[in-house]
């Protein structure tokens, strides 16, 4: 994973790798995809139960990981979504 996502007072940011998309997130359950170019919000991550802490990309930038308070991490690829639990107690919903 490159970029890691950085601290900012409401949230966290990261920067896709082909610096188009940017994951933001205001300490909420909810992970935002922004269009780099035009502003616009291209789609909501819903998936965590808690709040999502952390998000990186891949080296392509096809790939976003976000981990939460849910105690999951979540994978998403290009028209592809799958969640790895974090503990034994955490069991995937996907």
Known sequence: MTRPAQKVEQGWLALNPDDKRLAVNAQNRICHIY?????????QLRDHVGSVMSAAWSADGQTLVTGGYDKRVMIYRARQRRERAADSEATPTK
């Open 35 to 43: 269009d780099i170019f035009n502003g616009d919000e291209v789609l």
